[in-house]
């Protein structure tokens, strides 16, 4: 079992940045392909980026693409989503994901959720 617990959520202004957090335990992080999904009010759940297990590739959505990076510590076990530039249009609840072994795009293939963290953006 792999538990996944972000943080870093909040109110921000559009144009603004936030740091998202996923802190893993359970289970050693190098050996999953992590990943960020949102989900808006009222709509369902998409992908937004993610990462394999060493951290060499990395995938995003089209929508954040340029002002999004994700990136991951494995000594800490800890997985990060920065976010720049942000829109309204990016406010959501924002879930980080694991899969054993390969990267993640779809949420079926998702093996493990976190809770979820708000990000609010104002225009």
């Known amino acids: 079992q792999v538990q996944l617990v972000e943080s870093g959520g909040g109110l921000v202004q559009a144009g603004g940045s936030l740091r998202l957090s996923c802190a893993a335990s359970g289970r050693t992080l190098s050996n999953y392909g992590m990943g960020w999904f949102r989900q808006a009010p009222g709509k369902e759940r998409e992908f937004v980026a993610t990462?394999?297990?060493?951290?060499?590739?990395?995938y995003y959505a089209d929508s954040v693409k340029g002002r999004f990076t994700i990136s991951r510590d494995n000594a800490k076990n800890t997985l990060y989503l920065q976010m720049n530039s942000l829109k309204p249009e990016d406010t959501a609840v924002y879930y980080c994901?694991?899969?054993?072994?390969?990267?993640?795009?779809?949420?079926?293939?998702?093996?493990?959720w976190g809770k979820g963290t708000l990000v609010t953006v104002s225009s």
């Open positions: 990462i394999s297990t060493t951290g060499a590739t990395t």
């Open positions: 994901a694991a899969r054993a072994a390969v990267m993640i795009t779809r949420t079926l293939d998702v093996g493990y």
